[in-house]
């Protein structure tokens, strides 16, 4: 599907489906939609009159024209209330009426430009929405069962406005970068574990870089990892059959830069638990417990389009956390990778001991900043829900950075605190920390535990065990399986470094 903008009359625009849209509460059609109404002699509001079309937020309205204009069909799509409408609307509005043009069967869907000059939104941004909201509802795991729906060949925005369509040319572009990061990431945990292993994050990388001058990959394996003493990775590889590896990547802008920027993600290929094995029940979605590290290679798939004015690094321990004769025992002691000693009480909290090696790491890249993604805990899921992100940090400045990104990304996220007086349930009787706190506030404990690996770096942690996966349908362009919840968000932050 080829997506365009172009400047032109929406009455003459030949094709099979004709986008327009329309506030909840309007007394009339007016704008593009008045237009077209008056053009077909008044039906088309007679019809929605009718139909009892109330402009409700992904509500539809859908007619013929019988050759009155040239497109052969109208869909008006409900913008909601204008107080409530914004960037996000824009997104689900191209969302839905991709969608209706799919189950059409349309060939080439011409749609105005939802939302420009709609309070202070911009034309480039409203463009990008379009494209990211076209693209992901577009978007289908079809690895192992054949996509029988056809997508349209061409989505065509066309305005009258000639200074919005270069405008709008950019936000395409804008829009192309974070929905195909986004993609990137889907596919990656969309994969179940049995073709999900720790290698094809190694080769996933090793992919991205390939022919590109920009990027470097390292990947260090287990000998390495011995001798960088690297035993919150290998403790919890050492269950599984299948070799752990730190990969390390990253990005040189072709301008010198002192900026330099760290993302690390969580990259558990399945969480069985290990010996504190999971119930059966909650391991069916564990191959999620990669997405962080697969937003980070989402982010890098496309960050030379992106052209960040910063170093980035993308760092993450790839493992399989699997119970055997050969597994981590709850009791154990390991040793992260800057010498704290850690206590294991349970190898279901495998992902901080993961991190704590890939964090401490990270920190010897000497960043400005760190910020780790990973789906850590059940608890973030009670607490805030599956659609929300938790912001976890030691600098306030670079949480309220990235909750503006995540607002202007379209992606939810909400701080929860890093409690000082929840930092002695973390405090073991024969190692530096234990690896679980107490029945309450898990997240939290969590996050506290993370801190003690990046010394005062400013650092955000993220986590997204609730939106990284979706259970059930979420919006018009988050079905259910891997969102590729963060990459946007990311992406925004780089974008506006
Ligand atoms: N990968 C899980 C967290 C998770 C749960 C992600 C649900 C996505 C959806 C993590 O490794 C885990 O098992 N955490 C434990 C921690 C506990 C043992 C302290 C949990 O949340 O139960
Ligand atoms: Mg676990
Ligand atoms: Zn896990």
Redesign the pocket.
Known sequence: MNISVQKGDLLEQECDILVLGAFEGGKEPYGAAGEVNGELGGKMFRYWKAEKFTAKPGETFLMRTDGMISAKRVLVVGLGKIDDFGVESVRQVAATSLSVAKQLRCKKVVSVLHGAGYGDLQARDCARAMVEGVRLADYKFARYKKDKSKSPDEFEIVTKDGRAVRAAQRGIVDGEVGAAGTVFARDLVNTPGQDMHPETLVDAAKMIGKGKGSIRVRVYEKERLEKMGAGGILGVAQGSECPPYLVHMVYTPEKRTKKKVALVG?A?TF?S?GLSLKPSGSMET?KI?MAGSAAVLGVFSVIDQLAPKAEVHGIFGAVE?MPSGKAIRPGDVISAMNKKTIEVLNT????RLTLADTLSFAVKQKPDFIIDL???TGAVVVALGEEITAVMGNNPELSQKILMAASAAGEKMWEMPLEKNYRKLIDSDIADLKNIGSRWGGSLTAGLFLQEFVNDVPWAHLDIAGPAFAERVIDPYTKKGATGHGVRTLLELLRTI
């Open positions: 969580k558990v969480d638990g564990m417990d956390n279901d909290a495998e992902g990973a789906t850590l």
